[in-house]
């Protein structure tokens, strides 16, 4: 036997597997607990699930140390084993795998003991601290004489989490200022559950989406976001229509010189109907960029 990521993932599978057996009232399989709709603890879901991964159609309980030997160590082996319980009669070559039963074994697919790919998402946040870094945001004692910043910061963020609300089934891009207000609320896990209570569901932060995928919602967004708010999301020192302006041109002109030059003449024309949710300053445009680490799912819970 090859021991590789792939084998290091399913042995966890089955470890998971004989806790569960052992231990149903303590134990369940990753995935299994927080109902990914609403983002909240469902126990008897979680109950539910588990005994559905244990039906292997007309075979016996297998204990995991025989299904290690007979199923062996590939996950196309253990995703067959699987499927039964979730699918019945519609278990046929060709039928996709259950959205469920993917969502179970996707923490299963990478080794480690966590049931998160810790590097991977390490190596996703680093543009994100970056960029953080670069607009000065981690120093110590920036926003100590820069209140402005940080309450525009929270205004917007509110006005994201309201912008999700309209957008059910679709992705949303927040902007970098957004982002960091997001990542704080997120470490007050009481506080961040209580969203569920207010918008019908408690946001996944998601960061594992493609390029292709992020400039398209972030096109979504930013159009929603002036239909809504009557003022851009991101700007560069000017309130242009987002329609008008494209997500590579915004960007470029924050780097040209004769983008900033523009966006000093159009700021000194220009009356900000809403300055609480955004800057025509050109020292504030960095904050606005579109964080472009990641984009969020709404789900919609109905």
Same mark, same amino acid.
């Given at each position: 036997?090859?021991?590789?990521?792939?084998?290091?993932?399913?042995?966890?599978?089955?470890?998971?597997?004989?806790?569960?057996?052992?231990?149903?009232?303590?134990?369940?399989?990753?995935?299994?607990?927080?109902?990914?709709?609403?983002?909240?603890?469902?126990?008897?879901?979680?109950?539910?699930?588990?005994?559905?991964?244990?039906?292997?159609?007309?075979?016996?309980?297998?204990?995991?140390?025989?299904?290690?030997?007979?199923?062996?160590?590939?996950?196309?082996?253990?995703?067959?084993?699987?499927?039964?319980?979730?699918?019945?009669?519609?278990?046929?070559a060709g039928n996709p795998t259950p959205k469920e039963l993917s969502i179970i074994l996707a923490p299963y697919r990478h080794a480690g003991s966590f049931l998160m790919d810790?590097?991977?998402?390490?190596?996703?946040?680093?543009?994100?601290?970056?960029?953080?870094?670069?607009?000065?945001?981690?120093?110590?004692?920036?926003?100590?004489?820069?209140?402005?910043?940080?309450?525009?910061?929270?205004?917007?963020y509110h006005a994201f989490l309201d912008l999700m609300t309209t957008m059910p089934g679709k992705f949303v891009v927040p902007t970098l200022d957004i982002d960091l207000a997001?990542?704080?609320?997120? $470490?007050?896990?009481?506080?961040?559950?209580?969203?569920? /209570? @207010?918008?019908?569901? *408690?946001?996944? &932060?998601?960061? #594992?989406?493609?390029?292709?995928?992020?400039?398209?919602?972030?096109?979504?967004?930013?159009?929603?976001?002036?239909?809504?708010?009557?003022?851009?999301?991101?700007?560069?020192?000017? $309130?242009?229509?987002?329609?008008?302006?494209?997500?590579? /041109? @915004?960007?470029?002109? *924050?780097?040209? &010189?004769?983008? #900033?030059?523009?966006?000093?003449?159009?700021?000194?024309?220009?009356?900000?109907?809403?300055?609480?949710?955004?800057?025509?300053?050109?020292?504030?445009?960095?904050?606005?960029?579109?964080?472009?680490?990641?984009?969020?799912?709404?789900?919609?819970?109905?």
């Open positions: 036997m090859t021991f590789d990521r792939e084998t290091l993932g399913v042995h966890k599978f089955y470890n998971d597997m004989e806790k569960c057996i052992k231990d149903p009232a303590h134990h369940v399989l990753g995935n299994t607990l927080v109902d990914y709709k609403i983002g909240l603890p469902m126990p008897e879901l979680a109950k539910k699930l588990t005994g559905l991964i244990f039906k292997f159609g007309s075979e016996p309980t297998y204990a995991p140390k025989l299904l290690k030997r007979d199923r062996g160590w590939k996950f196309r082996n253990v995703e067959a084993m699987c499927r039964y319980g979730f699918m019945h009669e519609g278990n046929v810790l590097a991977s998402a390490v190596l996703r946040q680093m543009t994100f601290i970056d960029k953080m870094a670069n607009m000065g945001w981690i120093e110590v004692g920036r926003f100590e004489e820069d209140l402005n910043t940080l309450m525009r910061c929270v205004v917007r997001w990542h704080t609320h997120q $470490l007050l896990c009481t506080s961040y559950r209580k969203l569920h /209570d @207010i918008m019908g569901m *408690v946001p996944d &932060h998601d960061d #594992k989406v493609n390029r292709g995928t992020l400039s398209t919602a972030w096109d979504s967004t930013a159009e929603a976001w002036k239909a809504r708010f009557g003022v851009p999301c991101s700007v560069c020192g000017c $309130l242009e229509p987002i329609k008008s302006v494209s997500t590579g /041109d @915004i960007i470029l002109s *924050v780097f040209s &010189h004769k983008g #900033k030059e523009k966006a000093q003449q159009s700021r000194e024309k220009i009356k900000n109907p809403r300055p609480d949710l955004v800057s025509v300053e050109d020292i504030d445009a960095d904050e606005t960029h579109p964080s472009d680490h990641n984009a969020v799912a709404i789900i919609d819970p109905k």
